[in-house]
């Protein structure tokens, strides 16, 4: 194959594949919007769905740093630089060192987790909580912490399908795990209340890796009862993820400080937060973390041929892909926030006061998810090239940064001032993040990225005078009304001066659709 079209291919491979899971992605966003809207009709933000939301803090925080994205930024590479260059045998027995190590130190954690868990609730956790709230919340992360290490497990397995080229199983996964917290919340929500969500969870943590196991199976996967730290390969992984979980613990730590400053703010802020947050990512969990998923094979395969100009076509590809998706879909919920939560969720325990604090967040939030989407992306490209480092250093600035800005907005917006200190900070660090990326990669192919950001920005504009003017026009009141017609007249203008403006994203998407 001559070198020309080997990128073609790449990208061609990443459309189709990006084409595959995105369809996966919305269909378990679609679920996952489902699922907040049978938890909200079931609890609205009441003060136990808050006790659900500050235990779920623990059993994510361990998940995500011994065996989410951590190990995942520093599996994949390795594991793919086995395949890559023939050694099967070589990448398995890998997997098996690094999943008994990964199920061990989760164990071990689980359980002082489980054991320390009042400690924690009372005083660093939700501090502002009733004295029933906190027991509540000790009950459910108990029982949620034995998720952490199913999901160490499965999240393993997706890491090993996605670097095979095989992203089906994986992204069909999280549906199985949206499935049965629905059932959990609509089954056993009026009977056992809350504790019916985190049995749900720990359903879906099962279903989440069982749904994978067939693929793995047929990709000649092979286990071996191996636990050896001494390996080289082993070591290599955990040196690229310790600066990651570095990363991870900072993100984290955000999270935890907007759990224990929205805990002592009154009933239903945490849950409001929540809900925006979750809407928020609903567009950069279609379009951002399906792009990034497929790519970042990729891009490790293109770092192991040493193909640095190859890398740097896919990943500006890749970022105005994301670019071109997440820009609208970022003003279209800022203008249709709350006839979009009035639509969605206000029924039954979720009242017209929940939408009015949901929507303050919302509004807030989606001024950063252009700068989620493409963090995104920007890591993963950091990732492919074994430097976890850079990623880190950046994030652990923004984590300061929105601490400090979440105490100075607290007292004058509420939890609304948790929302915006959260966009501000992801965005400045989209902004280093490709700076420093820029110069690592020896540049972005700038002329091309302007020539589609520009077009993009126009398209956008357009559809947001649109839809700002739709909902002025008389007689425009109702949020059915609203949304109804406002999301595909304001898609079919942006999707029409694209068309107009030529943008080549959408000739793409074209052809793609057409295949």
């Known amino acids: 194959m001559t070198s020309s079209a080997q990128p073609t291919t790449n990208r061609n491979n990443i459309a189709r594949a990006a084409a595959l899971v995105m369809g996966f992605f919305i269909l378990s966003r679609a679920l996952g919007l489902l699922r907040e809207v049978v938890i909200g009709a079931q609890f609205g933000t009441s003060a136990e769905l808050d006790a659900y939301l500050a235990a779920f803090r623990v059993p994510d925080l361990l998940f995500q740093l011994v065996a989410g994205g951590a190990l995942g930024s520093a599996f994949i590479p390795a594991f793919t630089g086995r395949l890559v260059h023939g050694d099967r045998a070589a990448a398995w027995r890998l997997a098996s060192a690094v999943a008994n190590l990964m199920v061990l130190v989760l164990t071990i954690v ?39 290490i199913i999901f160490g497990v499965s999240g393993l397995v997706m890491g090993a399908l996605n670097a095979m080229q095989h992203f089906l199983a994986p992204a069909a996964a999280p549906v199985i795990y949206n499935l049965a917290i629905i059932g959990g919340a609509s089954l056993l929500g009026k009977t056992l209340g809350v504790r019916g969500l985190a049995i749900g969870v720990l359903v879906g943590a099962v279903g989440h890796l069982l749904v994978q196991t067939p693929a793995l199976i047929r990709r000649g996967a092979r286990y071996t009862p191996v636990l050896d730290v001494r390996d080289a390969a082993v070591r290599e992984i955990g040196r690229l993820m310790a600066p990651r979980v570095l990363g991870l613990a900072a993100v984290q730590l955000n999270f935890w400080v907007n759990t224990i400053l929205a805990s002592g703010l009154p009933e239903g802020r945490l849950a409001a937060l929540n809900y925006g947050w979750l809407i928020m990512l609903l567009p950069q969990g279609i379009f951002a973390q399906a792009v990034a998923t497929v790519a970042f094979p990729t891009f490790a395969a293109q770092v192991a041929h040493q193909n640095l100009p190859a890398l740097r076509r896919t990943f500006t590809t890749s970022l105005r892909t994301i670019l071109f998706f997440t820009l609208p879909a970022a003003i279209g919920l800022i203008l249709l926030a709350r006839p979009l939560i009035t639509v969605l969720l206000q029924r039954n325990a979720f009242t017209a006061d929940s939408t009015a604090l949901v929507a303050t967040a919302l509004q807030l939030y989606a001024l950063g998810l252009v700068g989620h989407s493409v963090v995104e992306i920007a890591a993963r490209a950091f990732y492919a090239l074994h430097d976890t480092a850079t990623p880190v250093v950046v994030g652990g600035g923004a984590m300061l940064l929105n601490i400090v800005l979440s105490l100075l907005l607290l007292g004058p917006l509420q939890h609304g001032g948790l929302a915006l200190a959260n966009s501000i900070a992801t965005t400045l660090e989209m902004i280093a993040l490709l700076w420093l990326l820029r110069k690592r990669m020896g540049g972005l192919e700038a002329g091309t990225l302007a020539s589609s950001l520009w077009r993009t920005g126009l398209a956008s504009l357009a559809l947001g005078i649109i839809v700002w003017g739709w909902q002025q026009a008389p007689g ?21 001066v694209a068309w107009l403006t030529q943008a080549e994203e959408l000739q793409a998407l074209r052809h793609l659709l057409r295949r």
């Open 110 to 148: 689980a359980v002082l987790a489980a054991i320390s868990a009042p400690w924690l609730v009372r005083h660093l956790l939700a501090p502002g909580f009733s004295v029933s709230q906190q027991a509540l919340t000790v009950g459910l992360m108990r029982l949620m912490l034995i998720s952490t």
């Open 476 to 496: 425009v009141s109702g949020a059915w009304l609203k949304v109804l017609f406002c999301l595909p007249l304001g898609a079919g203008v942006y999707l029409a």
